[in-house]
């Protein structure tokens, strides 16, 4: 709930008492705080159909899979994506995210219980991961697409060659040249391309902030029509955040981890 505003804030779009919800920059404290100062630029207005909890777990996810397919990839309704890791924080909400533009998606996951909530966040078809890709593609129907998105960083070796000519991948880690033996060659003559996504680049670099906001309020339009839903798995008391950073690093999380700061914030989720 924004308490204070500052003098080039632009009135038009924000008030006292708004309730709002952002990713903030890497320049600022306050992940944990109860108060925060924040660029307005990068604020939404939170889903009016969200708790202050959930809506806290969906602005880095949001970002970081609009900034990649829309704004990266340009993505267009008929077109079709490969999300591999479909089940993670961004994974999940990038397999809504793809379907509410219209996108065929072909998930990742690889056990039994991931596969079984990507399939309920809507993928067209979902394979495993830990064999090989382009064979289970064929066997769908989806041999080629036009995205490719590696949110599990390290993985674009085996994302690239499921691009059609033309495609993009996407990768949220740094590409590593000496791990990740890509063939240029084939990649120019079949006009493809690699791009990064880092939610934190446009804060970090001060270019194009107000993007942030503008796809937060576009995001929350998707919220309140039920397109998107936020799926909060773990909820953890503050004085145990380091039990959900343990969680977070195990690499066996489904959705999103919150920390919530009083209990009244803690909705009817079960915390662990």
């Known amino acids: 709930v924004i308490e204070a505003l500052g003098a080039k804030v632009d009135a038009s779009k924000f008030k006292l008492g708004d309730e709002v919800y952002y990713a903030g920059d890497l320049g600022r404290a306050g992940t944990y705080a109860e108060f925060t100062a924040v660029d307005s630029r990068v604020v939404g207005k939170k889903p009016s159909n969200l708790s202050f909890l959930n809506a806290a777990s969906i602005p880095l996810v949001a970002l970081t899979a609009t900034e990649g397919i829309i704004d990266s990839c340009g993505a267009k309704a008929g077109q079709s994506i490969l999300i591999f890791n479909g089940a993670g924080g961004v994974g999940s909400f990038a397999v809504q995210l793809s379907k509410a533009l219209g996108l065929t998606v072909v998930a990742t996951a690889s056990r039994a219980e991931t596969i079984a909530f990507v399939k309920e966040l809507g993928a067209d078809y979902v394979i495993n991961h830990r064999e090989a890709l382009l064979p289970q593609m064929e066997a769908v129907g989806v041999p080629f697409v036009d995205i490719a998105f590696d949110l599990y ?120």
């Open 153 to 272: 960083g390290g993985k674009l070796p085996e994302v690239v060659p499921t691009l059609k000519p033309g495609g993009k991948a996407i990768t949220i880690q740094p590409f590593n040249p000496e791990k990740e033996k890509l063939d240029l060659f084939m990649m120019w003559a079949k006009r493809q391309s690699v791009t990064g996504v880092y939610m934190y680049s446009r804060t970090t670099f001060g270019y194009e902030q107000q993007r942030q906001g503008e796809l937060l309020q576009y995001v929350a339009k998707l919220i309140e029509d039920g397109k998107i839903k936020p799926v909060v798995k773990h909820v953890f008391a503050l004085e145990d955040v380091a039990k959900a950073h343990e969680l977070q690093e195990s690499g066996k999380v489904m959705g999103k981890i919150a920390i919530k700061i009083d209990a009244a914030a803690c909705d009817d989720l079960t915390q662990r």
